[in-house]
């Protein structure tokens, strides 16, 4: 059994070519029809993720996966109140759930800690004379989050401060506060010199008062894959919005959103996907699960639509 699947790996070396540097550059994933003898529940949740419509309005308390292959047919019932701490139940609680500070919050805890001495030492260093200096609300969940997207007032679908590797500072004097002011530049130098990344650096959306752990959504990814799982369910609207600030010559204000996509496409490239409806009839077969995954017939079905089995694959522009 060992043999068959380092035979199964070393044969997956062999199909899948070395990616190119403009492959990756463009991070253009499609998805490519393919058999396969056998597919994960991890690997499921990853497709529900891309083709599930579920809204922040709508969080079902349990998900349950069905799926035939080679090993056999089997079925796997995940709900919130008996996830164990295991890798899956991160993935599973990611399309339960939308808290994803709590979720994350033991791959994250070092990282977290680490912004939090980030942000006392901000503080004890940027203390001007005559102004008062204090955090506002630190973290959001996700809900609150794409409220802020849909009113206008934030960019991105997922923030690092949903994973509380961000703050904003709040700047007051005479007890009023500041919007805007050099004195919010004078806190950012300070930020930037103990090794924060500062909010007014941000190309085309500047935000003087914001400060996080890291460079963006991207590194976050490069340094916990895992991650890439939250971000993947906007690949298409960050797809969207690259595309249209390349038509309007605006890219350089979106080299985050290129970032982003890139590592999208390095967690995910030659990794199982669902592609466009399957035309033909499905195989008939009786289930009754949401999800259900027939791998022989290559189809898998996803709250009602059926899409062929297939792999993430790096196009190069066209
Ligand atoms: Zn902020």
């Known amino acids: 059994m060992v043999r068959f699947f380092l035979l199964a790996f070393a044969c997956m070396g062999l199909w899948f070519p070395a990616i190119s540097q403009a492959e990756l550059d463009s991070a253009r994933l499609i998805c490519g029809p393919q058999m396969y003898q056998q597919i994960s529940f991890e690997e499921l949740l990853w497709i529900i993720r891309h083709k599930s419509r579920q809204s922040t ?9 069905e799926k035939l292959d080679n090993s056999g047919r089997s079925q796997k019932t995940f709900s919130l109140d008996t996830l164990q701490k295991t890798r899956e139940a991160h993935f599973v609680n990611g399309l339960l759930g939308f808290d994803l500070n709590q979720n994350w919050k033991g791959l994250l805890d070092v990282e977290v800690q680490q912004f939090s001495r980030l942000k006392d030492s901000l503080l004890a260093k940027f203390h001007p004379k005559a102004y008062r200096v204090r955090y506002l609300q630190e973290e959001r969940d996700l809900a609150k989050q794409l409220r802020l997207v849909a009113a206008g007032r934030s960019k991105t679908a997922i923030s690092l401060h949903n994973f509380d590797l961000a703050a904003d500072v ?17 806190m950012g130098e300070i930020a930037k010199s103990i090794g924060m990344y500062w909010g007014g650096d941000f190309a085309g959306f500047p935000d003087l008062g914001h400060v ?52 999208l496409a390095v967690i995910q490239v030659n990794k199982p996907c669902a592609c466009q409806y399957a035309i033909s009839i499905p195989t ?32 190069t522009k066209k």
């Open 57 to 65: 309005d709508f969080s079902p308390p349990e998900l349950r996966i």
């Open 212 to 263: 996080q752990g890291l460079k963006n959504g991207a590194e976050l990814i490069r340094k916990f894959p895992d991650i890439g799982f939250e971000y993947a369910r906007f690949m298409q609207v960050y797809r969207q919005n690259l595309d249209a600030a390349e038509s309007e010559q605006k890219e350089e204000n979106f080299q985050d959103t290129k970032d982003l996509l890139k590592e």
């Open 284 to 315: 008939p077969i009786v289930w009754d699960t949401p999800f259900f995954a027939h791998v022989p017939a290559g189809w898998v079905f996803v709250e009602g639509y059926f899409y062929r089995l297939g792999t993430w694959q790096l196009a």
């Open 170 to 186: 709040g700047i007051y004097r005479k007890r009023r506060y500041l919007r805007r002011g050099m004195i919010y530049n004078k």
